[in-house]
């Protein structure tokens, strides 16, 4: 068959592309396909790359200079820029995609005096975006057998896209890459629609930047990883789809047949000169550390499943703490450090759980360590260990609103109830004290002497996080409870998932969902609401999961059967929900950090509520209504639909009422 080619582009099946758009989705679920197989051997492939990067760098430039390709590992950014500079004279326009790794060397190239044209950019401007949102991801499902196998190497095609649209001239290009053969020195590309594919026939001179880490021993290696790529960050693109057409959006103008599959599917034309730029930019040292998991990432995208900080800030999840772990906090501050908050979804969207959530901490930890903590930040732990609380409220505040006078110790069960519902949902204090004595529960309060539970020092970095939970840990102890039940997620993570990496805990941690669920199916706690609703009168509720208790705490059922015990409520769900549930926007610290982004989080939710048909949004975390709520007036005026708010705990009280 002679010398395969340098370049393969791994892309959907043909026949099944440009589908209806609901078909599509079911993509994450095939009957036949084991996903958890492919996310193991994954694992062990991107171990073994990541352990070995140092043989597979000097076998894979040897493999690819025998096929004429030249290869260079640059030390960062501006010397894979001098390369690039260097080589391609005489070719003032450089066509490139939208890869991190070549976004990252793009303000380089800008000044070096290179015209630059995306080549996403370039279809919007062509007209073909605007016309068919899908046609610049143009997926398929899999057919005939399971999902894999859709994931092919393209047969040879003629190029018959649109030309684009850009000014006359000698071209060269720029792109990303999924995986290399140290073997042979063989390129992958995951091909979405016909971008890298104009890059190619367009471009003379070929630049292929990557990241050392992406290289694999083999090419089946190269293959599978290029295929898992494709796999895996397909649900993240039709998310992003969804989002801006609508869940009912039928992808127009499908095509089938084999003469019609020419027209979308690109055979990889080889350019008159290919160069290979691997990228240290310091990686090595980040292989050497402890962090040397994040460059076990494949480049899939989907960390930016759910995450805000990907579509409203200026990266990926994975992508800000890489660059912080490389180069240093202080330059990750300017590119997203302080956005994240701290929600998960990354680590339960990526199928290698690369933690990238824990890196951020890990260089916020580092920044504060080095006098960079923002200046908010200072004010809360100002607040926490003057007043013992981020607000700086004064502690006999916590107590104004409790409905009755409770002991401060010796009830098995302690109501620890948290800043936010003290001082800016103190609904929640009273419908918890009702829940509870509803419930037969014996419990106490510390009142005043309540103390904040260091979660927004925690998540900003700050070293006086332990300082504040050992002063929170002694009141805790103090009542000799064996139980304390929470009413805030965020303090419920604290209590039972934080606080046990630092200190030893003898007591039980729960949420007010857990407890008051529990209470339900003992039958210890019952509703009176006993007569059946008149048709349309019954309250429907839609339920917000909470990041801190849904996918940090894995607490998803409590909340509903509480809510499915209430008479004459209806519950509804979010379109994302339970561990795909979106973040309201004020968790990690990221709404004291930039409070306008944290309103577009909150914005975006809203717009799912409105959606659902719902009365009433419900949670189990104050500080998620407290921020969803701030944006209820501009959801009024773009829907004219009023929401209203209550705490779960408040629903459940109100319908201790007889009727």
């Known amino acids: 068959m002679g010398d395969p080619p340098p370049l393969v582009l791994v892309e959907p099946s043909i026949a099944a592309r440009r589908t209806h758009l609901a078909r599509l989705r079911a993509l994450n679920a095939p009957g036949d396909f084991e996903v958890e197989a492919v996310k193991r051997r994954l694992r062990k492939l991107r171990e073994r790359s990541v352990s070995e990067s140092g043989w597979l760098v000097g076998d894979f430039t040897r493999a690819a200079r025998s096929r004429g390709i030249k290869v260079l590992v640059a030390r960062d950014e501006r010397a894979a820029a001098l390369h690039i500079r260097q080589s391609a004279r005489g070719h003032p326009h450089l066509l490139i995609n939208r890869s991190a790794t070549v976004r990252e060397l793009a303000r380089f190239l800008v000044k070096d005096g290179f015209e630059i044209i995306d080549t996403y950019d370039a279809e919007d401007r062509g007209g073909e975006a605007v016309s068919d949102p899908w046609r610049s991801w143009e997926l398929g499902e899999p057919e005939p057998g399971t999902i894999w196998e859709s994931f092919d190497v393209s047969p040879p095609a003629a190029f018959s896209g649109r030309p684009l649209p850009s000014p006359p001239g000698r071209w060269a290009a720029v792109v990303g890459l999924s995986a290399a053969c140290a073997k042979d020195g063989r390129l992958f590309f995951v091909q979405h629609t016909h971008n890298i594919s104009k890059l190619l026939y367009s471009a003379k001179k070929l630049f292929v930047v990557a990241g050392i880490e992406k290289l694999v021993p083999k090419a089946e290696d190269a293959l599978f990883q290029a295929r898992s790529a494709a796999l895996f960050g397909l649900a ?323 909340p509903r059967g509480l809510l499915s015990a209430i008479p004459g409520l209806e519950p509804l769900e979010f379109r994302f929900n339970r561990q795909s549930s979106r973040c309201c926007g004020a968790g990690g610290g990221a709404k004291g950090y930039d409070n306008s982004l944290s309103e577009e989080h909150a914005l975006r939710r809203m717009r799912e509520a409105v959606d659902t048909g719902a009365d009433v949004v419900t949670s189990a975390c104050p500080a998620c209504l407290a921020n969803l709520q701030i944006v209820l007036p501009r959801v009024k005026k773009e829907t004219g639909r009023a929401l209203r708010f209550m705490d779960i705990t408040e629903i459940a009280a109100r319908a201790l009422e007889p009727r």
Request: charged share 25%; hydrophobic share 35%; proline share 6%.
């Open 236 to 558: 993240a693109v039709l998310e992003d789809g969804l989002e801006s057409q609508g869940a009912g959006c039928r992808v127009q103008g499908a095509k089938t047949g084999a003469a019609e599959a020419a027209e979308v599917l690109f055979s990889p034309r080889t350019p008159d000169e290919i160069h290979v730029i691997l990228l240290d930019a310091g990686r090595r040292s980040v292989l050497r550390s402890k962090n040397k998991r994040i460059l076990e990432c494949i480049g899939c995208k989907g960390c930016r499943r759910g995450c805000m900080m990907g579509r409203l800030g200026p990266d990926s999840p994975r992508d800000a703490a890489l660059l912080g772990l490389s180069t240093s906090p202080a330059e990750t501050e300017k590119r997203g450090l302080y956005e994240c908050t701290m929600c998960e979804s990354c680590v339960k969207a990526c199928p290698l759980e690369i933690p990238s959530n824990e890196y951020n901490l890990s260089l916020r930890r580092k920044l504060a360590d080095k006098g960079g903590l923002p200046e908010v930040f200072h004010k809360q732990s100002d607040g926490i260990l003057g007043r013992g609380n981020p607000f700086g409220e004064q502690p006999a505040g916590r107590c104004q609103f409790y409905p009755e006078s409770r002991r401060g110790k010796g009830a098995p069960v302690l109501l620890y109830l948290g800043c936010v519902a003290s001082f800016q949902r103190q609904k929640v204090v009273e419908s918890a004290f009702r829940l509870l004595e509803a419930a037969g529960t014996e419990f106490s309060v510390l009142g005043e002497k309540e103390v904040c539970c260091g979660y927004p020092l925690h998540v900003a970095g700050s070293r006086k996080f332990a300082e504040a939970a050992r002063r929170n840990l002694e009141a805790i102890r103090s009542t000799g409870a064996g139980t304390v039940v929470t009413t805030c997620a965020g303090c419920n993570k604290t209590l039972g998932k934080i606080y046990p990496e630092h200190f030893d805990l003898d007591f039980e941690v729960l949420h007010m969902v857990e407890h008051l669920s529990r209470a339900v199916n003992e039958g210890k706690l019952r509703f009176p609401g006993t007569r059946r609703p008149a048709p349309g009168t019954r309250l429907k509720a839609v339920y917000h999961d909470p990041c801190d208790l849904g996918r940090s705490m894995g607490v998803y059922e409590p």
